[in-house]
């Protein structure tokens, strides 16, 4: 049974910055396409950020660019988010995401963990 586990939420003053973990596990296969989604209250899941293997460009949502960085870890199936100069606007739920292939991913083919909850006060 695949299962994605999500740590590093919490609460920070603006400007600050916290890290997300998400650790996969139960894949067959190795999760070639891990990232990451946010849903703030009453709006829709938005991915931010995607990194897979092999490909050399990262993804990253306008709203988080230069702010926000993705990293994997492959030998531990893990992903990471390293979130920079939060503002309260990035105030959500995070979720994490993984899939098996990039063709999986573009096909809407992704695992989803729990989530875990940013909050950014001003």
């Known amino acids: 049974q695949v299962q994605l586990v999500e740590s590093g939420g919490g609460s920070v003053q603006a400007g600050g910055s916290l890290r997300l973990s998400c650790a996969a596990s139960?894949?067959?296969?190795?999760?070639?396409?891990m990232g990451w989604a946010r849903q703030p209250p009453q709006k829709e899941r938005e991915v931010i950020a995607r990194i897979c293997t092999g490909l050399v460009r990262t993804y990253y949502a306008d709203s988080v660019k230069g702010r926000f960085t993705v990293s994997q870890d492959n030998a531990k199936n893990t992903v990471y988010l390293q979130m920079n100069s939060l503002k309260p606007e990035d105030t959500a739920m995070y979720y994490c995401a993984a899939a098996t292939s990039w063709s999986s991913w573009l096909r809407g083919q992704r695992s989803w963990g729990q989530g875990t909850q940013v909050t950014v006060s001003l």
């Open positions: 139960g894949f067959t296969d190795s999760s070639d396409c």
